[in-house]
């Protein structure tokens, strides 16, 4: 049966009989050309962007390494860094071991109090109090980085100073347990924001059946809604990580520049992101060993954050849940 005609309005102007855009405006056929092409080179800047950070570290590092006659594994397992000796060591093993020291403390302090605040969030709070508590939880994440180190250096410190010290434990100036806690501090919204996201996307079908079956509220967010989202708070648990082990000027007022391989948290350590923040601060001549050394110790900590974030995606893709 052939389809009834199309009615036109009286008061429009009827379409000409060559238009070759098919009674289309021709900004609309345009704009439908132009739009992917615009949205595939966004794409591509990004991609790009990191081709060239990547390409840059690599080319860099390597004059480091042929101008400073240090072996990979001598520069990746190196107990000693001081670039001013004579030879001069480059082992970045005492800043990895900070930079580990700093993400793990700061790991246990977020991790939980994200995960916690969460559930709490998704399941217990009424939803007036969640429309205020989300947003001010995720203000966390809008303080500079640089507050937070201040903060660390002129409260946290004083304090576990005041706490510590007469328990006949020495704290340092700059320490690394400052820099664990204010980089948990800042981490936090992280996990509960994301982790918040994917609980509450859990079917309520869920809820409801566990609840039939004569669960508590607590066995349904814990055994019932944790694992249905255990994909998505693990890989908030990863990016967290890793916005911690990439984490600056925090942890420079922080943490202190004291390469060394401690595990007390109360003396100063250096991180990864610290040395290369001296390096560029000092006295290093450009094309020196000290001043390309900063390339190579960026391309190692661009490697961790990258094989975090391929964990975080590797998880999301094995324990991912889908649901109908």
């Known amino acids: 049966m052939p389809a009834p005609p199309t009615t036109l309005n009286p008061t429009d102007p009827p379409p000409p009989a ?17 739009a992917p092409v615009l949205l595939a080179l966004c794409g591509l800047v990004t991609v790009l962007t990191t081709l060239g950070i990547l390409l840059v570290l690599t080319v860099q590092s390597v004059q480091f390494f042929l101008k400073a006659q240090v072996g990979v594994g001598d520069f990746l397992l190196g107990a000693v860094l001081k670039p001013e000796a004579s030879p001069p060591k480059f082992g970045i093993l ?6 580990f020291l700093v993400a793990f403390g700061a790991s246990c ?8 605040s969460a559930i709490y969030l998704s399941e217990y709070a009424p939803r007036a109090v969640r429309a205020v508590l989300k947003p001010a939880l995720e203000l966390l994440a809008g303080v500079p980085t640089i507050v937070y180190g201040y903060l660390a250096l002129l409260l946290v410190t004083p304090v576990l100073k005041a706490v510590l010290e007469p328990l006949g ?10 820099a664990c806690i204010v980089v948990g501090v800042m981490i ?9 996201d994917v609980l509450s996307a859990v079917p309520l079908g869920l809820r409801e059946a566990a609840y039939g079956l004569g669960a508590t509220k607590f066995e349904v967010s814990t055994r019932v809604v944790l694992p249905a989202g255990l994909s998505g708070v693990a890989a908030s648990f990863i990016l967290a990580v890793s ?5 600056t000027m925090a942890v420079v007022l922080a943490a202190g520049t004291m390469p060394q391989i401690t595990a007390n948290p109360l003396t100063s350590v250096e991180t990864m992101t610290t ?6 601060g000092g006295e290093a001549s450009y094309g020196s060993a000290k001043y390309l050394s900063l390339f190579a110790v960026g391309l190692a900590l661009f490697a961790i954050t990258l094989t975090l974030n391929i964990l975080s995606n590797l998880v ?6 889908v649901y109908q």
């Open 18 to 34: 060559d238009d070759p855009w098919g009674g289309q405006s021709r900004a609309s056929a345009v704009a439908e050309v132009v």
């Open 94 to 99: 005492p800043l990895a071991w900070g930079t």
């Open 109 to 116: 302090i977020a991790l939980p109090i994200g995960l916690m």
């Open 169 to 178: 434990f020495r704290v340092d100036q700059f320490n690394a347990l400052s």
């Open 188 to 196: 936090v919204p992280l996990v509960s924001s994301l982790s918040e």
């Open 243 to 247: 916005r911690a082990v990439g984490e």
């Open 275 to 280: 040395y290369i923040v001296q390096v560029v």
């Open 316 to 321: 999301l893709r094995r324990y991912r849940e």
